[in-house]
T-cell receptor
Framework: GQNIDQPTEMTATEGAIVQINCTYQTSGFNGLFWYQQHAGEAPTFLSYNVLDGLEEKGRFSSFLSRYKGYSYLLLKELQMKDSASYLC??????????WGAGTKLIIKP | ETGVTQTPRHLVMGMTNKKSLKCEQHLGHNAMYWYKQSAKKPLELMFV???????ENNSVPSRFSPECPNSSHLFLHLHTLQPEDSALYLC??????????????FGPGTRLTVL
């Protein structure tokens, strides 16, 4: 079967750096997405990786290793507004999105 | 209005009721999606419409019935639901074509409670 694994919950301190990991086992690979979802709100698109390496977008960066079936989302200079769930999703060989259950990130002052 | 909108935002219904969820996208996209989101579970894809044609129906019970009258509007008709259908129902849209970079944009969801 197809599977996306990410930690259920993480806690970090305001101003610090946190890395949220995502590992996947899918039938084929056509890209990996990260979304942010605040409680009661829409998931919002953060990043898309299809080639190995690091993509940086301001305070957020996303890394992909296709060989390892692994990605991480790196959040720097954490702010209280970064408290949210972070969803990892992979497009398989049929271009279907396979979703992880999400990582709830709690930021403490 | 911009992006993807959904109404109502909250809905409480009895098991014998009939109700409809509405989604509208203002992005000029050609594909629309219905997802079910339950606590601590991955998003479950329910239905996909590409250029108004239904292309996915992931073994969804017949008590859920989608309708896509045009590429900007999507409905989910509900009848004789069960308490386990209580969840957040998310609508999304994308440009269509389904390629790797085809990114989905979500509405805020309808929080459904079935009594």
């Amino acid at each position: 079967g197809q599977n996306i694994d990410q930690p259920t919950e993480m806690t970090a301190t305001e101003g610090a750096i946190v890395q949220i990991n995502c590992t996947y086992q899918t039938s084929g690979f056509n890209g990996l997405f990260w979304y942010q979802q605040h409680a009661g709100e829409a998931p919002t698109f953060l990043s898309y990786n299809v080639l190995d390496g690091l993509e940086e977008k301001g305070r957020f960066s996303s890394f992909l290793s296709r060989y390892k079936g692994y990605s991480y989302l790196l959040l720097k200079e954490l702010q209280m507004k970064d408290s949210a769930s972070y969803l990892c999703a992979v497009k398989d060989s049929n271009y279907q999105l396979i979703w992880g259950a999400g990582t709830k990130l709690i930021i403490k002052p | 209005e911009t992006g993807v909108t959904q109404t109502p935002r909250h809905l409480v219904m009895g098991m014998t009721n009939k109700k409809s969820l509405k989604c509208e996208q203002h992005l000029g996209h050609n594909a629309m999606y219905w997802y079910k989101q339950s606590a601590k579970k991955p998003l479950e894809l329910m239905f996909v419409y590409n250029f108004k044609e239904q292309t996915e129906n992931n073994s969804v019970p017949s008590r859920f019935s989608p309708e896509c009258p045009n590429s900007s509007h999507l409905f989910l008709h509900l009848h004789t639901l069960q308490p386990e259908d209580s969840a957040l129902y998310l609508c999304a849209s994308s440009e269509g074509g389904g390629g790797g970079t085809d990114t989905q944009y979500f509405g805020p969801g309808t929080r459904l409670t079935v009594l």
